[in-house]
Structures are given as C-alpha cells and as structure tokens.
C-alpha cells in the first residue's frame, strides 16, 4: 500500500470519487487522514465528512486539532454531525466540548441522545485536572457471577461499543469494584471458571478525584494499558487509558517547561497565542526577577569601599555569580524531576540536603583547584594581570568559588522541596529565579571573603 499524500487525498475529493475515498477512509491510519485534511479548505473535508459513512470519519475527526474540528462542526448539519458524534467515545466528545465556545457546544450537545448528554455533563463536572476529568465510561464490566464462556459473549457483545476489551472490570450489584480479569486469562482458561476465581484480587485504581500527575504515576509505577477509576466509596465509575495518560504527560512536561523558564504556561500551540497574550505570560516573572536581581546591586552598594581598594575583583565577578546559577539549575533540574516523578519526597528534605552538601564540597573543591590554577596560567601567559598580592587574589576567589558552588547546590535543594511543601508546583523554583537568588549570595560570599582575608593586604 502507497503512502498517503495531500495530493492524491485532494484528487479523490475534487473528482468526487466517492468509492475511492471511503477506500482511503477505510485502508489508511485515522492520524495521517487527520494530518492531511486539516491542511485543506474547510470544504474539502466536509464533502469527506458527509459522504464517508460516520464509521470511519469519527476518527479522523477526534484527531483533528481544535479550530479545524470547530470549523467542521460549524459547517456540517446537525444530521452529519450527530452521526458522527454517536460514533465517538463520551470522553472524546468531551475533549472536543472543553475546547469549543458555547454556541458550538450547544450545537453538539443538540447533536447527541439524552443519555449522552447526561454522561457529558457528568464527565464536565469533574475537577479540572482530576482523574475524573479524563475518564472514560465505556467499558467492560463483568459481573462476580459471570463464568468464562458468559464474559466472552459480554465483551463480543460490547466490543464496538467500549474503547478496549483487553480488560474487563467486575463488580458487585452495589456497583463496588472487586477486581479485574484480561481478556487473554479469561481466554486460556475453561468456559465454566467463575470470573471471580481468575481475577485480579489486588486492585490498583485511582479515585475520581486524584490529581492526574498521581494518575500518571500510577500507570508508570505499575505499566499499566488502563487503570480503573472509583469513587470515594470504591463505585465503579470509569476507565482510563493509556493514550490518554501519554496526553498528559506531555502536557506537564511542556507545563513544567514554561514554568522553569519563568512564564505562565501557554494553553495553545505557540504561532496561536497572539503576542500580546505572550507578553502578559511573560511579563509577570519578568518583573517579579528584575525586583530580584536588585539584591545583588545591594550587595555590590555595600561593597563600594571593598571595590574601589581591590578593583581587580571586579573582573572575576561573572565567573563566580555564572558558577553559582550554574552549580544551582544542575541541582534543581534533578530535584524538580525527581519531585515529578515521586523518586523524592517532602520527607526526604533533610536527605537530600546532606546529598548535594556532599556533592558541593567534592564539586567546589574541584573547580576551586582548577579556578586558581587557570588564573596563574592567565597571569603567567598575560591575559589577565594582578600586579599587586596575585597569589592572595587567586586564593580569594578559588575560595570563594568553594564556598558559592556549596551554598548553591543547598539553596537549588532547598526552593523546590520548599514549594512542595507549601502546594507550590516546584517547577516555578526553577532556571532564573534560583539563579537570580544564587547570584546575589555568590556575591555576598565573595565580596566577604575578599573583605576578611583580602582588603587588609592592599591597606
């Protein structure tokens, strides 16, 4: 089988092929049709949408973006686009329901049955964010009284119907989850087994709601394809699936991102935020960060007198507050992911300091050796000159060196753990504002030490 192209997709449609599009529809994956259509003229695809049989078309319309899904359910009948809807699973329709403005949403709730729209609403009224919000409530359920041979009519029965039937979910008349069973045990065992004899007795489930970073960590903690979803009372409400997890991982990882580089994550693809909107994402941290930085023109302030006897410390400032914003965003990247990922707790505040205390002293001592080491080569060679005390002036910032890189790497452990403590996402404790903070005590520590050790020399 060809590749699928633009070119040839337009051609069926513009010859009004219609036997050879449903063909196209039929043989070829849903995300590249989805790819493809969403970059030709609106009309294009509704004469797709409304001549393929809504079987196939659902699909490849839960993976078109948003704005292009807006404009086909704006131009499609509401007979098109109830034939399509009636083919999508609830918490797809509600995917497409969270995006859209209200007069498109009354149109697709105008489009679907009563009982879908209850559903909807109930899957809308879940938290943002919770596990509830991500839910799907087609799947197969078995009953504790069900043997083999009846499971297997169930799921033939359900299959069109539910989003997978590699598992199934048993549950009492009270609706109370008792446990689960994949298709491949019931498969291998003899049709007269009791299910509750085969199943799964150790529930791994999520309650509704569970914030959906516990709920991806819960697929990855236990490799999950799904995972149940329960209410507060163990009632069997819901599934969850992988793909649906992948979604979210991605979202936090870009969330995360935005964050640690000081700006209010964008809820659009970057070319469909406008630049205004961009710029009141980003000014905010912005602000808050120029404020910030004005500490180490305090600290320089107090200095003054220590600058204008020793002015040559002026020329190795950058490389201390750039060791200290360096040595701190290594130590904050590796804490904010482990928080993310649970590999470290709150609890393990005190553990964790003394880690990156041993990891500071080692680090600093090292780049001290070579910080005093590359400024006698620079002096020798002539690139940098010291006329007066040079041994005493590399040992000042070698020193202070040490002493920035350990005190860094403590304040890079301490700001995330912090924010988790208080219900702060860590992310936001992240690249410029441990930097701002590091850099500002970077030259405090210097400035001191030269002061202590270094400024009677040259009195």
Known sequence: MEALTQEYLLSVIDARNVSELRNVFNEYNSVDIADLLKELPINKAIYAFTTVPSSLTADVFAYLDDDYQQSVIESLKDADLKKILAELYTDDIVDVVEEMPTNIVRKILRSVDKTMRADINKLLSYKEDSAGSLMGIEYVELKSSDTCASAIAKIRKLAKEVETVSWGYVVNTKRDLLGYVSLKTILSCEDDELITEIMEKDIICVHVDDDREDVAATFKKYDLSTLAVVSKENKMLGIITADDIIDV????????????????????????????????????WLVILLAASTLSAMVLNSAEATIATVGILTTFMPMITGTAGNAGSQTTALLIRGLSLGTIKTTDFFRALLKELFVGVMVGACLGVFCYAWLWLEQVTGIVVVEKNANFVFLVVAASVFLVVVVAKLIATSLPIIAKLVRLDPAVMAGPLVTTVADAIAILIYFSVAKQFLLPLFI
């Open 249 to 284: 991982i991605e979202e936090e990882a870009t969330e995360d991102i935005e964050k640690m580089a000081k700006m209010i994550p964008l809820e659009e693809d970057y070319f469909e935020v406008s630049s205004f909107s961009m710029f009141k994402k980003r000014i905010g």
